[in-house]
């Protein structure tokens, strides 16, 4: 009994001193609290930051408008010419189809249908040139007529199957033309200008009826040249009574007539003027550039000079396209053909 209560006692005794221990613990750790002071606030997290919204979209910035430059002056007034059409007035019936006449008021195809030459004020020494060969090969006739300068003057063959496309777009560009008067050259009838030609076997009322027929072939011209390509009437011409027969049926006609032959006397009976030059005779580059010069000199040396081409190949329109470019910055004009015509000096 005495041994179970040793036992009680010690076991309290254990257990007092087991909260002695904790006691002391709770008390040191009280003190080195109370040593080290309170624990610093913590501070408090800053929030994260709200998302910010999108950014809209940048709009896309404009172009600068342009600076706003002075208006163009208006275009100059056009100087283009036309020509005009075939005037009832200057026609009469024959017995092919309708032949030029002079007007009841006195007007004549040689002043309606002729392009505008520089006034008196020009004082430049003055060309002009017919360039013939036209109407049988529309292609070539087409390119004649849109690079040839406006100032030739055309002659459009009587054997023309279709000439009036070519001819509206020649007085679309202001060009005058001629008809080309088909007569009996040298070396015929090798030499043959065509079923229609002025002949000097011929009695005058036929060859008064050929000539009728190639004057109703078309209408709106000048006047005739008497030449068909490379060939231009010799026979024919030499003789004085049907020749001057020809031209004083023009000149009642109100036509002007172009005599070819180089050096022949100009026409007697009609309004009219001979050729200075021959300008493709031979037909080579070299050749033109050199008659395309003489006509120059000529004109320089007497005021004015006519050439004749008798067919527009396209190495000739290429030469000739080449001279009239700087022609006028050699003082040198070019003309119609219409404005070098000469008085007849025989009337009847």
């Known amino acids: ?37 309170p624990p610093e606030p913590r501070l408090a997290e800053a929030p994260p930051p709200p998302l910010a919204a999108p950014e809209p979209a940048a709009e896309p910035v404009p172009a600068p408008a342009p600076v706003a430059e002075a208006p163009a002056p208006p275009p100059a007034p056009s100087r283009d010419i036309t020509i005009p059409g075939a005037d009832p007035a200057l026609l009469e019936a024959g017995p092919h189809g309708p032949v030029p006449r002079i007007a009841v008021d006195g007007r004549t195809s040689i002043r309606l249908y002729a392009r505008p030459a520089p006034g008196r004020s020009e004082t430049r020494p003055r060309v002009a040139l017919i360039v013939g060969g036209l109407g049988m090969n529309a292609v070539l006739s087409e390119q004649a007529i849109a690079r040839l300068p406006p100032q030739a003057t055309l002659a459009i063959s009587p054997y023309a199957p279709r000439p009036g496309t070519l001819l509206d777009r020649a007085r679309a560009r202001g060009m005058e033309f001629l008809v ?58 030499a003789l004085s009574e049907p020749f001057g027969a020809m031209q004083e049926q023009l000149r009642r006609r109100g036509l002007l007539y172009i005599d070819p032959r180089p050096g022949a006397r100009g026409p007697e009976r009609a309004w009219g003027r001979t050729v200075d030059v021959v300008v493709d005779e031979p037909a ?9 010069g003489v006509l120059e000199r000529l004109a320089r040396e007497r005021g004015s000079a006519l050439g004749l081409i008798g067919d527009a190949t396209p190495v000739l329109v290429d030469r000739v396209e080449a001279w009239t470019q700087g022609l006028e910055e050699r003082g040198v004009v070019i003309v119609p053909a219409s404005s070098l015509i000469r008085r007849p000096e025989v009337t009847q």
């Open 284 to 292: 080579t580059r070299t050749e033109i550039d050199l008659k395309l």
């Open 180 to 237: 080309s008067l088909p007569m009996e050259p040298n070396g015929y009838p090798v030499n043959d200008p065509g079923d229609r030609a002025l002949l000097t076997r011929l009695p005058p009322a036929q060859n008064e009826e050929r000539l009728l027929w190639v004057l109703s072939r078309f209408q709106g011209y000048v006047g005739a040249v008497g030449a068909v390509g490379p060939m231009r009437g010799e026979r024919f011409a």
């Open 1 to 37: 009994m005495a041994v179970a209560g040793a036992v009680h006692r010690g076991g309290w005794r254990l257990l007092g001193l087991f909260w002695v221990l904790v006691l002391l613990g709770l008390g040191g750790l009280g003190g080195m609290l109370a040593l080290l002071g």
